[in-house]
């Protein structure tokens, strides 16, 4: 079939779907094959259930319902429809990936140029081969600015993705200690994420960066469609920090705007958002209703009152990087009574437990009072701190832990995502 064809069928549909779970009247089902599972196999549900038209690239599926669109690759079909899509749209794209804070930034993104745009931006963090046509596919008529997330744990990966979704514009949040199973160093994480570089450089695009990040001006230094964003630096947009204590609050010219975002860390995610608003002509004043509007959730950042304790939520994701800033935040923050419970960090390759060993290390220096250590890696780690205990399994943390439960403090939480820290909250 004709992709001309197939996209007149998708226009006429209610949107696409790849989970029988999610099923609208009238969508395209898309059978994709996984590791653990075939779409295929579901073709006869997603039509009972009131499919328009199945995707299929399994022939034994292509039967006589009339109602199967049988390719040699359902997912390649679904990244050229998105493509077409996106090419028909004619919409100004941001994309945005980076170590560390994706997800945050395009939410502030999101809801600073919201002010001005309808927009349509990834949902949650679905920024995969799968993820980003699926956000292509959610833009309609009506979108005037789309917002993409990118996500990778190898190269090559996001020039993929620059492939399907073409972006007009571009920000790389940071280059940290993230997915090096893929990348394999910190130089493999740096020319994996600057793959947005190369291909808005070779498009004419224009790149937000941050100025102060001696990576990102170096990488920059010979593209010439660039917006910087600096405290210090001349040629980019001046932006203060204040305080970061719990809040981030920052200034831009003569106005001052307080978040509800924690730690330092979170700084530059704003100054993008903040940024963007200023380039796309939106008034400073309705910047700050915006940035000030934006609550985190979803276990990123979220300060928590239980009881008499205060709790910062960060157990959506965890590598290095980010964990070693989060607790040089905490660290610095001036409280009497303060814990960090850590969970094990994930797809660090070879460097497993070096890097669990290193924030062992770390905290053995500050002034933290109590520290819990989850998981197989922190488990095996050598402690040299008398306030610290390890625990190989959450339920053996558990069982100490519910016996146990602090007051009048504040704790930090941080883990990678299959750690469900989270569940941490039901014993305070």
Request: proline share 2%; net charge positive; hydrophobic share 35%.
């Amino acid at each position: 079939m004709k992709l001309e064809i197939l996209y007149s069928y998708f226009l006429k549909s209610t949107g696409i779907c790849t989970d029988t779970r999610k099923i609208k009247k009238n969508c395209i089902f898309v059978a994709l094959r996984g590791d653990n599972f075939n779409g295929n196999e579901f073709t006869k549900e997603a039509l009972n259930q009131g499919a328009s038209w199945v995707i299929i690239d399994d022939i034994s599926q292509h039967k006589n319902s009339g109602k199967t669109i049988l390719c040699k690759d359902s997912l390649v079909l679904l990244q050229e429809l998105a493509t077409y899509h996106r090419q028909q749209l004619n919409i100004p794209i941001i994309a945005l990936t980076g170590s560390n804070g994706k997800t945050t930034t395009k939410e502030i993104i999101n809801t600073v140029l919201s002010k001005k745009f309808k927009t349509t931006a990834t949902l949650g963090n679905l920024n995969n081969h799968i993820g980003v046509p699926l956000t292509l596919l959610s833009m309609t008529k009506d979108t005037q600015m789309g917002i993409v997330e990118m996500g990778a744990n190898h190269t090559k990966e996001i020039e993929a993705l620059c492939q399907i979704a073409k972006p007009d514009f571009g920000y790389i949040t940071n280059f940290g200690k993230a997915h090096l199973e893929g990348f394999g160093s910190i130089e493999g994480v740096i020319k994996g994420k600057s793959e947005l570089y190369t291909y808005l450089t070779e498009q004419k695009g224009c790149l937000f960066f941050n100025a102060d990040d001696p990576i990102q001006k170096r990488l920059l230094e010979n593209h010439t469609l660039k917006i910087g964003f600096s405290q210090t630096d001349a040629a980019s947009l001046k932006i203060q920090q204040l305080s970061a204590d719990p809040y981030v609050k920052l200034k831009i010219k003569d106005t001052t705007m307080t978040s509800h975002l924690i730690g330092a860390y979170n700084f530059t995610n704003i100054c993008a958002a903040a940024g963007m608003g200023m380039h796309f002509n939106i008034p400073l004043k309705e910047i700050k209703e915006a940035i000030q509007a934006y609550i985190p959730n979803n276990n990123r950042s979220q300060l928590i009152k239980k009881g008499s304790n205060n709790i910062i939520l960060d157990a959506y994701n965890a590598n290095p990087t980010s964990m070693m800033a989060a607790l040089h935040h905490f660290n610095t923050t001036k409280v009497a009574s303060k814990m960090v419970i850590l969970g094990d960090m994930f797809e660090l390759g070879e460097t497993t437990q070096e890097e669990h060993q290193h924030i062992v290390d770390y905290l053995s220096k500050t002034n933290i009072t109590q520290v819990y250590l989850i998981g197989e890696y922190f488990g095996k780690t050598i402690l040299n701190a008398k306030n610290s205990r390890q625990y190989k399994t959450f339920d053996a943390f558990k069982e100490v832990f519910a016996t146990n439960t602090p007051k009048d403090t504040d704790i930090l939480i941080k883990a990678s995502r299959g750690m469900a820290l989270e569940r941490i909250l039901k014993l305070l």
